[in-house]
């Protein structure tokens, strides 16, 4: 029987360190999608394009551990490039914020506006704050406009839902602030 008790052992050890989960998550769109009939529609705006830092082109959720080290997740991961999430994301948010224009991520028309983004960052932070930082180019007839954005918002709960829940909120906001200057033009 005493020659059973380490095998015994070696089975309840290996049950007890099980594999963690992986946990995907999805950008939502908070905008709501607009439809716009072709003739009523005053302008159009393509999303060329939006790029990521290679840091944040990885599978996993980055958090940002203190002032010079991130951790990309590994169990926490996105559910699909995180360029495409906020392009799709960018799209229907900015559909939103302009009534009356056709927003997309592909190419319309020669008079179109077209919208370039970089994103630096996009992730969460050791003192709670939720970090989106880059830049946008909006062409509109030639006419170049390009603004840096730098949001710090704050976490309301721990965990990375929040996270994700807080980045889609901060990413709707500077989608708002993208609208109000290209209806200035």
């Excluded at 393509?46 to 590994?74: C, K, M, P, R, S």
């Excluded at 996105?78 to 960018?90: C, E, I, K, R, Y």
């Excluded at 983004?117 to 003192?127: E, K, N, Q, W």
Aim: proline share 4%; hydrophobic share 40%; aromatic share 8%.
């Amino acid at each position: 029987m005493n020659k059973w008790i380490p095998l015994v052992l070696a089975l309840l050890l290996s049950a007890c360190s099980s594999t963690p989960s992986k946990t995907y998550y999805q950008l939502p769109a908070l905008g709501t999608p607009a439809q716009v009939s072709g003739s009523s529609a005053s302008r159009q705006l393509w999303l060329e394009h939006v790029n990521v830092a290679d840091f944040l082109a990885q599978t996993g959720v980055v958090y940002q551990t203190n002032d010079v080290q991130f951790v990309i997740g590994q169990n926490n991961l996105w559910a699909s490039p995180l360029d495409q999430q906020l392009q799709q994301t960018l799209v229907t948010n900015l559909g939103s914020a302009l009534p009356g224009w056709v927003v997309s991520s592909q190419p319309m028309s020669s008079d179109q506006d077209v919208l370039n983004v970089t994103i630096s960052g996009f992730h969460g932070r050791y003192d709670g704050k939720a970090i989106i930082r880059g830049e946008w180019v909006l062409n509109h007839q030639g006419k170049l406009i390009k603004r840096p954005f730098n949001l710090e918002l704050k976490q309301g709960e721990d965990g990375y839902d929040a996270l994700v829940r807080i980045l889609a909120q901060g990413w709707l906001q500077e989608a708002q602030e993208i609208a109000a200057q290209a209806t200035r033009l």
